[in-house]
């Protein structure tokens, strides 16, 4: 896959906090000038993991504004975490994320289904009733074909290529199917593994049981598709809506609204409040003028949730802080050592002992606005984490010079060597991330010069194992998160071998331990969560232990807030960014 990772990414971020426990935060400013007086904002961190400006009063237009267009509007190809987000306005699926802050978003229910489903005591089978009440936008029944075909879409990768693929590994590991667009079965609903037995139930046959199969369910890739609505590469210009919103028109690049869908029954969905009469996105090419935008109160949000930039920040920090909110995205940005040009594991550790973490905290915005260092590589909100555990001493911001010129002993380079450092070129923040980097290790002779390559090039550059080693890119700048909030959401694409791909690859290191790839067998079959995160936590450990990865920062950013939003706050699920399908405004 060619487009940012760290866009698309899911996790859970901040601390649980039940419904019944939910904080409602009154107003306690005036709101900024660009409000034009409209509402009134309620404060700095007013909606981090609890609910601002509470309310269920329809009405008025929530405006969005974007610097970054979506990957695919289609369900089964957009990756983007906010194109997820924005998602559930026209489509919705079996199960769910629960529509409260913080890291209790993480937590699947029922969506178009009447539960969670029937689970199998072997854990192979899941069976599912859809709800009465469920239709699409011209009052036709979703039926649970529908579902069936929509899930089978993502086997089209030569058609609608782009999106998760976690069904289609947990269904069809060895790649028997060929998508409904090569099916020959009459009805095109040929995948053996979900059966539709009648219009209202549906079963999935798992060949090996997986804990985290309800989480793959709440993505947007198992969102129902009608057939005859199916536009195949041309669906994400114009989605059929199952959800409370519709598609009114649509500019790619430009600008595009939803209306009410007057056949969605808000009596089968008691997860979107649809209080907005209409939903509008802006894009733009120039994010500083976006920012501006924000504060003059032309629009209420930013879409991509990608955090005020540099140039507006200490203005919004001053001046307008009652509208900040400064959550962790729950990413990760890290330096990863490809083993194939450097493998040797002390010659990595002098590189992770050289660094300087504070200044790499720096150069990525500081504390507020780029996070804070983390010691070790699975973020705090999935299970198995341990923010304290810090084997090189990364915590406390300093660099050992000592520590990294007794490695460089041990891998008999004395005197340093020489590697290069990949970083892509559309990353300002990445490239001042290479920069630092580069000055820390100048200190113990070891020589990283900086290639930027076309960020948009990734799947084939860094995402090639073959190009990296030709190009002996030893150190690669990254940023990630999980797509769904669970260790093997999070990190079996990056360190599991299996996951080693000749073109898209993510798992830079080149890790493939059969200790490693062992546990992950083991925990996907775990279905206590704790219990999984206990075997992820063993993984996280095997990898430091390998000197593959220098983490950075555990990534926060600083979102604007309008004044006119209702029903504000954080959602794990959706990276710290607001729970969208939950705002309102004040008309």
């Given at each position: 896959m060619t487009l940012d990772r760290s866009q698309r990414r899911r996790v859970a971020a901040g601390a649980l906090l039940a419904a019944a426990t939910m904080v409602v935060t009154t107003a306690c400013g005036g709101g900024s000038a660009g409000d034009k007086g409209k509402g009134s904002a309620p404060g700095f961190n007013a909606a981090v993991n609890k609910v601002a400006s509470a309310s269920a009063k329809k009405g008025g237009e929530l405006k969005f504004i974007g610097a970054q267009e979506a990957d695919s509007w289609d369900p089964q190809r957009g990756y983007y975490t906010f194109m997820w987000n924005f998602s559930r306005y026209y489509a919705r699926q079996l199960v769910t994320f629960k529509p409260v802050p913080g890291a209790g978003s993480t937590e699947p229910v029922p969506d178009l289904a009447t539960d969670t489903g029937k689970v199998s005591a072997d854990g192979l089978t899941y069976?599912?009733?859809?709800?009465?009440?469920?239709?699409?936008?011209?009052?036709?029944?979703?039926?649970?074909?529908?579902?069936?075909?929509?899930?089978?879409?993502?086997?089209?990768?030569?058609?609608?290529?782009?999106?998760?693929?976690?069904?289609?590994?947990?269904?069809?590991?060895?790649?028997?199917?060929?998508?409904?667009?090569?099916?020959?079965?009459?009805?095109?609903?040929?995948?053996?593994?979900?059966?539709?037995?009648?219009?209202?139930?549906?079963?999935?046959?798992?060949?090996?049981?997986?804990?985290?199969?309800?989480?793959?369910?709440?993505?947007?890739?198992?969102?129902?598709?009608?057939?005859?609505?199916?536009?195949?590469?041309?669906?994400?210009?114009?989605?059929?809506?199952?959800?409370?919103?519709?598609?009114?028109?649509?500019?790619?690049?430009?600008?595009?609204?939803?209306?009410?869908?007057?056949?969605?029954?808000?009596?089968?969905?008691?997860?979107?409040?649809?209080?907005?009469?209409?939903?509008?996105?802006?894009?733009?090419?120039?994010?500083?003028?976006?920012?501006?935008?924000?504060?003059?109160?032309?629009?209420?949000?930013?879409?991509?949730?990608?955090?005020?930039?540099?140039?507006?920040?200490?203005?919004?920090?001053?001046?307008?802080?009652?509208?900040?909110?400064?959550?962790?995205?729950?990413?990760?940005?890290?330096?990863?050592?490809?083993?194939?040009?450097?493998?040797?594991?002390?010659?990595?550790?002098?590189?992770?002992?050289?660094?300087?973490?504070?200044?790499?905290?720096?150069?990525?915005?500081?504390?507020?606005?780029?996070?804070d260092i983390a010691p070790n590589m699975l973020p705090p909100a999935i299970k198995g984490s341990d923010p304290t555990a810090d084997p090189y001493g990364k915590l406390s911001g300093a660099p050992d010079l000592a520590k990294a010129k007794e490695a460089l002993k041990k891998c008999g380079k004395p005197n340093g060597f020489k590697t290069t450092i990949a970083v892509r070129n559309n990353k300002k923040i990445e490239i001042a991330t290479a920069e630092s980097l580069q000055n820390s290790l100048k200190a113990v002779g070891i020589d990283a010069q900086i290639d930027a390559f076309d960020g948009a090039q990734t799947a084939g550059i860094i995402g090639s194992p073959k190009v990296v080693k030709e190009k002996g890119y030893g150190i690669i700048i990254q940023g990630w998160g999980a797509d769904f909030p669970t260790g093997q959401g999070y990190l079996q694409p990056l360190v599991d071998g299996r996951f080693i791909l000749q073109s898209g690859n993510y798992n830079f290191s080149e890790l493939n331990d059969p200790a490693v790839n062992g546990l992950f067998d083991k925990a996907l079959k775990e279905t206590d969560p704790d219990k999984a995160g206990e075997i992820y936590k063993q993984i996280n450990t095997k990898v430091s232990e390998d000197a593959l990865y220098l983490p950075f920062t555990f990534e926060k950013n600083i979102i604007w807030r309008s004044s006119r939003l209702t029903n504000v706050y954080t959602a794990g699920a959706y990276s710290g960014q607001y729970d969208y399908a939950s705002l309102g405004v004040v008309k």
């Open positions: 069976t599912f009733t859809l709800k009465d009440g469920v239709t699409w936008e011209d009052g036709k029944p979703i039926t649970s074909k529908d579902v069936k075909y929509g899930i089978e879409r993502i086997w089209a990768q030569d058609v609608i290529s782009g999106g998760p693929v976690y069904l289609q590994r947990a269904l069809d590991p060895k790649g028997e199917y060929k998508g409904p667009y090569k099916d020959t079965a009459p009805d095109k609903l040929g995948l053996a593994a979900i059966q539709t037995p009648d219009d209202k139930t549906i079963v999935f046959k798992l060949p090996v049981a997986n804990g985290d199969f309800l989480q793959m369910l709440a993505m947007p890739t198992a969102s129902p598709v009608r057939q005859d609505k199916d536009t195949k590469a041309q669906y994400g210009l114009h989605p059929f809506s199952s959800g409370p919103y519709k598609w009114d028109s649509y500019t790619p690049n430009k600008s595009l609204k939803l209306v009410r869908n007057d056949k969605w029954d808000p009596k089968s969905d008691n997860v979107r409040k649809a209080l907005p009469d209409k939903i509008s996105i802006t894009f733009t090419t120039n994010a500083d003028d976006m920012d501006n935008r924000l504060v003059e109160g032309e629009y209420d949000l930013d879409l991509n949730a990608t955090g005020v930039g540099a140039a507006a920040r200490q203005k919004v920090l001053q001046e307008h802080r009652e509208n900040v909110d400064n959550p962790q995205t729950g990413f990760i940005r890290y330096a990863v050592f490809p083993q194939t040009v450097i493998p040797n594991i002390e010659c990595r550790k002098a590189i992770i002992y050289a660094a300087d973490s504070k200044s790499l905290q720096t150069a990525r915005g500081g504390p507020q606005a780029g996070g």
